[in-house]
């Protein structure tokens, strides 16, 4: 099974500052990786796809990029609902795994 | 608007049994393959099953595997998932997810979740 750790666990950063997100994969997955958005209470939501793809929807100031083993969620400029937990998705290898998140908090 | 809503969650005591539904709408549910994700308290989200839009092709992940059992209902437009044999280890929101489109196991919408505890 594929394990994806996630870091830093948190993020504290301000409105406008630019985050970006780590998810390692132990082994190759391609470009096979999503990236979900969890807010407190709330359903994930698929952000992005295939490791750059964005989904339906979702604001550019959103982007990925990587392969293989690394991957990196950006956002470019927060604004007050990016305040979430954020993890990435491997599809590449079965099971689907997911990574352990990272929270993204308002400093 | 796709919209999926999940009930059935609830307390049950460990060994106990619990059913599932998912009710889909707003977009053609026969066309799509569905899945259940869950996630613990606190925890980070875990897949658990995948169902074709036919039903014809299950998948399970191990740590549910001979307890759990998904299927559908196309005509009803309704996705379930029967849990037996529950122990504290199940404690979590269950959650249905669509996948994407000619994209196995991503999952672009997700229902708001029920809740299982599983505690004597």
């Known amino acids: 099974e594929i394990v994806l750790t996630q870091s830093p666990a948190t993020l504290s950063l301000s409105l406008g500052e630019r985050a970006t997100l780590s998810c390692r994969a132990s082994q190759s997955v391609g470009s096979s990786l999503a990236w979900y958005q969890q807010r407190p209470g709330q359903a994930p939501r698929l952000l992005i796809y295939?490791?750059?793809n964005r989904a339906t929807g979702i604001p550019a100031r959103f982007s990925g990029s990587g392969s293989g083993t690394d991957f990196t969620l950006t956002i470019s400029s927060l604004e007050p609902e990016d305040f979430a937990v954020y993890y990435c998705q491997q599809r590449s290898i079965w099971p689907p795994s997911f990574g352990g998140g990272t929270k993204v908090e308002i400093k | 608007e796709v919209q999926l809503v999940e009930s059935g969650g609830g307390l049950v005591q460990p060994g106990g049994s619990l059913r599932l539904s998912c009710a889909a709408s707003g977009f053609t549910f026969s066309s799509y393959e569905m899945n259940w994700v869950r996630q613990a308290p606190g925890k980070g989200l875990e897949w658990v099953s995948y169902?074709?839009?036919?039903?014809?092709?299950?998948y399970y992940a191990d740590s549910v595997k001979g307890r759990f059992t998904i299927s559908r209902d196309n005509a009803k437009n309704s996705l379930y998932l029967q849990m037996n044999s529950l122990g504290a280890e199940d404690t979590a929101v269950y959650y249905c997810?669509?996948?994407?489109?000619?994209?196995?196991?991503?999952?672009?919408?997700w229902g708001q979740g029920t809740l299982v505890t599983v505690s004597s």
């Open positions: 997810a669509r996948e994407l489109e000619r994209r196995h196991y991503y999952f672009d919408f």
């Open positions: 295939d490791a750059s």
């Open positions: 169902i074709s839009s036919s039903g014809n092709t299950i």
